[in-house]
């Protein structure tokens, strides 16, 4: 994720002039700022041409850390899932077994 707060804060430019550089409105800016997105990669290419190389001191690494996140939940989910299949086939066996009964006497 690109700290574009720290960035332009240590640049000392507005968002304003953030806005004209990258062609984003002023909320996709705040957005970017407080961490709901990020900048894309060809608005970070626009501040490298412009600022240099330097940019890249600005991206750290949390989105990998966010992916690692979603992986666990999304593991958390599936395991959820599975339990609850094992109990659905269960009260499935259980019916049958009821059914079966019931149809012999």
Known sequence: ????KRFRKD???TQTVICEITGYSQGSISNIERGSFDISPEALDILVEK???????YINDEPLQ???????????TINSLQETIK??????????????NLTTK
Do not use: A, Y
Request: net charge negative; hydrophobic share 30%.
């Open 51 to 57: 600022f240099g190389d330097d940019v890249r001191d």
């Open 11 to 13: 640049k000392r430019l």
């Open 66 to 76: 966010n992916f690692n996140n979603i992986s666990n939940l999304q593991q958390e």
């Open 1 to 4: 994720m690109f700290d574009l």
């Open 87 to 100: 109990s659905q086939q269960r009260t499935i066996e259980n019916l049958s077994e009821t059914i079966k």
